[in-house]
């Protein structure tokens, strides 16, 4: 079974900068499918961004583009999620996510796509 370790989560103030990690604990696949998202107390689950099969192609939620930066590393078996310029409507639990299924383009950040998922981790941004 796929397990993911999300960590890097925590408080920071608007503008700042936190990077996410997460941790494939078992069972890394370079080819699977790999992505971040957020859910924010009484809202849906909502798509960050997510990298293809061998980390060389990103794709981003249309608002998300510009202030989050994902990318993966192989070797460390380990997807980040670089947040900078911060704000209050940022704060949310941020998952990670794993499925080895093709992603249409429409598809790539629903998260009913994805089979595998982390605990999440919390971050939160003051004004």
């Known amino acids: 079974v796929v397990q993911l370790e999300e960590s890097g989560g925590g408080s920071v103030e608007a503008g700042g900068s936190l990077r996410l990690s997460c941790l494939v604990t078992?069972?890394?696949?370079?080819?699977?499918?790999m992505a971040w998202f957020r859910q924010a107390p009484g809202k849906e689950r909502e798509g960050i961004a997510a990298?293809?099969?061998?980390?060389?192609?990103?794709y981003y939620a249309d608002d998300m583009e510009g202030r989050f930066t994902i990318s993966k590393d192989n070797a460390k078996e380990t997807l980040y999620l670089q947040m900078n310029n911060l704000k209050p409507d940022d704060t949310a639990v941020y998952y990670c996510?794993?499925?080895?299924?093709?992603?249409?383009?429409?598809?790539?950040?629903?998260?009913?796509?994805?089979?595998?998922w982390g605990q999440g981790t919390q971050v939160t941004v003051s004004s």
């Open positions: 990298v293809g099969p061998g980390g060389r192609d990103s």
């Open positions: 996510a794993s499925d080895p299924n093709y992603k249409a383009p429409t598809l790539r950040l629903d998260s009913r796509q994805y089979k595998h």
């Open positions: 078992a069972y890394y696949n370079s080819n699977y499918w």
